[in-house]
């Protein structure tokens, strides 16, 4: 059995999506609400075990109830908003909770990868190479990812980086995101600003050495992180932190422009102030630095934003089709 967490969000219900194309549906979806009714990430997927309430799942998982049914634990369940203010929460929903499972599965000689974030990586001073001796330099900006990055110094000061996978994941874009709200990608957000106005609101630049729009971010599909995610999932021996991105930084113009070329429009865009709430803690570069990841075995081309964009678009935004549908 393979459990994800997170199930009904959005890298959880991919994971499954592409579980369930190699065929397999042993599988457990674990997430906040009481049941799966209604949840239309899940509505076209495949989990013969079911659904659980991440508290009652826990509660099982650590009294014993699915010892020597445990094949692997997708850990994709998190408070994944970067406003979040209340600390308490997040230390007990994303840091102790992770803890938890994470223990659980190494006692039952189970298969745990954690999701972990490139929000740890803070304004990038650092770079963005995953290299365990880095992480006491990685200074978070906000508190979720500081929740991240504590379970990431956990884990190592616990001697389990050779058992276990935190993935940080970059800018993660694609179908079954629509729930998200304000956290949903720039690609989404992008497609509704030209269905309703024709034009994209882009923040303009307060740094001289980036143009208005020229602010850059690792945008990785969705797709494409969960085959990374999967490939890890089924090499027990490969273990630690491992960057989740493409390793190309694309400036929002070229993002932005790869949606109106889906939709067959020419660009419009729109500059506006940056909020003053995100003073300070806007990320104007982040890149993947994925040596590590290629150097452990993974060869899967990279599919270039164009494709990968106009794939969302066409394939699932136009026709507003969850993955699996």
Same mark, same amino acid.
């Given at each position: 059995?393979?459990? !994800?967490?997170?199930?009904?969000?959005?890298?959880?219900s991919?994971?499954?999506?592409?579980l369930?194309?190699? *065929?397999?549906?042993?599988?457990?979806? =674990?997430? /906040?609400?009481?049941?799966?009714?209604?949840?239309?990430?899940?509505?076209?997927?495949?989990? %013969?075990?079911?659904?659980?309430?991440?508290h009652?799942?826990?509660?099982?998982?650590?009294a014993?109830r699915y010892?020597?049914?445990?094949?692997?634990?997708?850990?994709?369940g998190?408070?994944?908003?970067?406003?979040?203010? @209340?600390?308490?929460?997040?230390?007990?929903?994303?840091?102790?909770?992770?803890?938890d499972?994470?223990?659980a599965?190494?006692?039952q000689?189970?298969?745990?990868v954690?999701?972990?974030s490139?929000?740890?990586y803070? #304004?990038?001073?650092?770079?963005?190479?995953?290299d365990?001796?880095?992480?006491?330099?990685?200074?978070?900006?906000?508190?979720?990812?500081?929740?991240?990055?504590?379970? &990431? $110094?956990?884990?190592? #000061?616990?001697?389990?980086?050779d058992?276990?996978?935190? $993935?940080?994941?970059?800018? !993660?874009?694609?179908?079954n995101?629509?729930?998200?709200?304000d956290?949903?990608?720039m690609?989404?957000?992008?497609?509704?600003? !030209?269905? %309703?106005?024709?034009?994209?609101?882009?923040?303009r630049?307060?740094?001289?050495?980036?143009?208005?729009?020229?602010?850059?971010? &690792?945008?990785?599909? =969705?797709k494409?992180?969960?085959?990374?995610?999967?490939?890890?999932?089924?090499?027990?021996? /490969?273990?630690?932190?491992?960057n989740? *991105?493409?390793?190309?930084?694309?400036?929002?113009?070229? $993002?932005?422009?790869?949606?109106?070329?889906?939709?067959g429009?020419?660009?419009?865009?729109?500059?506006?102030?940056?909020? @003053?709430?995100?003073?300070g803690?806007?990320?104007?570069?982040?890149?993947? #630095?994925?040596t590590?990841?290629? *150097? %452990?075995?993974y060869?899967?081309?990279? /599919?270039? !934003?164009? @494709? %990968?964009?106009?794939?969302? /678009?066409?394939?699932?935004?136009?026709?507003?089709r969850?993955?699996g549908?």
């Amino acid at each position: 059995m393979i459990v !994800v967490t997170g199930a009904a969000g959005f890298i959880g219900s991919a994971l499954i999506w592409l579980l369930n194309q190699r *065929g397999e549906t042993d599988i457990l979806a =674990v997430d /906040v609400h009481a049941s799966a009714a209604g949840e239309a990430n899940l509505a076209p997927l495949r989990f %013969a075990r079911g659904y659980q309430n991440h508290h009652a799942f826990r509660d099982d998982l650590l009294a014993g109830r699915y010892a020597g049914q445990l094949r692997a634990i997708l850990h994709m369940g998190a408070c994944s908003s970067t406003t979040e203010t @209340d600390w308490d929460y997040l230390e007990r929903n994303n840091l102790q909770y992770s803890r938890d499972l994470c223990l659980a599965a190494r006692r039952q000689n189970a298969r745990f990868v954690q999701a972990s974030s490139a929000a740890t990586y803070g #304004d990038g001073a650092q770079g963005y190479r995953d290299d365990h001796d880095l992480l006491d330099r990685l200074q978070p900006l906000n508190l979720y990812a500081k929740s991240k990055h504590l379970f &990431d $110094l956990w884990a190592r #000061d616990e001697g389990l980086f050779d058992e276990i996978c935190c $993935l940080k994941y970059f800018n !993660v874009y694609g179908p079954n995101e629509w729930h998200k709200g304000d956290m949903r990608s720039m690609v989404l957000k992008g497609f509704e600003q !030209v269905r %309703a106005s024709g034009r994209v609101r882009l923040f303009r630049s307060d740094r001289p050495e980036y143009a208005d729009g020229g602010q850059m971010r &690792d945008f990785i599909y =969705v797709k494409e992180a969960a085959a990374m995610t999967l490939w890890l999932l089924d090499r027990p021996a /490969v273990n630690g932190v491992f960057n989740i *991105g493409t390793g190309r930084a694309c400036d929002w113009n070229t $993002l932005i422009g790869a949606i109106f070329a889906a939709l067959g429009r020419e660009p419009q865009i729109e500059y506006i102030p940056l909020p @003053d709430h995100l003073a300070g803690k806007y990320q104007y570069f982040t890149e993947a #630095d994925m040596t590590k990841l290629r *150097g %452990a075995g993974y060869q899967q081309p990279d /599919v270039p !934003v164009a @494709d %990968a964009v106009r794939d969302y /678009v066409v394939g699932h935004l136009v026709p507003n089709r969850h993955l699996g549908a």
